[in-house]
């Protein structure tokens, strides 16, 4: 499964530094509020820079939509498990992570439109993988994946889900962990075989030169999850700091005038964005 990049469309004049790009951002409202983003330390969507400053295709795309809905933005790392009583308890206004729309997530939340393609993948040291292609030949391997996690839903069989058989009879192998970085490190110092994650995550990671240059993607292909935003369930209706027409029609300006292919592209997910 590889993604290649779109290219960039033609030059506009100089703009601020962040926008490498030279995309002019939209016109903004004044900040007069802060809202509160829910997120996990995730590369390439929200990560720390050399200043320990947030940066990220997801950070970017959250301070663009704060711009344009009138408010400040701020981040605060959660637990990814409780991503959903998070948001509904007001803990956060916003999960904005690479979040897979999942049906149970859809039911307890309001789920922005989907913005970005992704899949589960399966992660293996390369001298191994090969023998991961079929729930036959992972039945003697230790499987890690990251706890409350889409790919966590998808092994444990607790949604309908095409293709999530493969796990059907591995069910004692599953040991879940805290992150995504926690699983591959797991394979990596060869205490787990496989690592469920994301393709965002294993993709951006698995390259040579880096510390994860041993590990390959497994040859096996799990269903599309496309990534949204959530909110407070109702949020419409409830008086909240986001409403979801608000945020969607956000989102839509920003497919429109181009800046959100621009932030895709700067993160090397040219491809993966959702356009129409």
Known sequence: MLFTLAACGEKTPETPADNENNVTPP?????TETILIGITNYVPMNFRDENNNWTGFETEFAQEV???LGFNVDFIEIDWSAL???????TVDAIWNGMSVLPHREEAMD??????????????RAEDAANFTTPEGAADAVIVVENGSAMHVIASG?????????????QDNIVTVETQIMSLMEVLLGTA???????VKGGSLLKAGTDYEG??????????????????????????????????AAIQQLLDNGRLMELAVKYGLGDLLITG
Not at 27 to 31: G, I, T
Not at 112 to 123: A, P
């Open 111 to 124: 789920i922005s439109m989907q913005y970005m393609r992704n899949r589960t993948v399966m992660v293996a």
């Open 215 to 248: 590990l390959v993607i497994v040859d096996y292909l799990f269903p599309q999850n496309n990534f949204g935003i959530g909110l407070r369930k109702g949020s419409n209706d409830d008086g909240g700091k986001i409403r979801l027409d608000d945020l969607n």
């Open 193 to 199: 075989d496989i690592a469920v994650v994301d393709y």
């Open 66 to 68: 704060g711009r344009i």
């Open 158 to 170: 607790n949604e309908t889900t095409a293709n999530n058989e493969f796990f059907d009879t591995l």
């Open 84 to 90: 959903i009583t998070e948001v509904n308890s007001g």
């Open 27 to 31: 016109p903004a409202n004044e900040a």
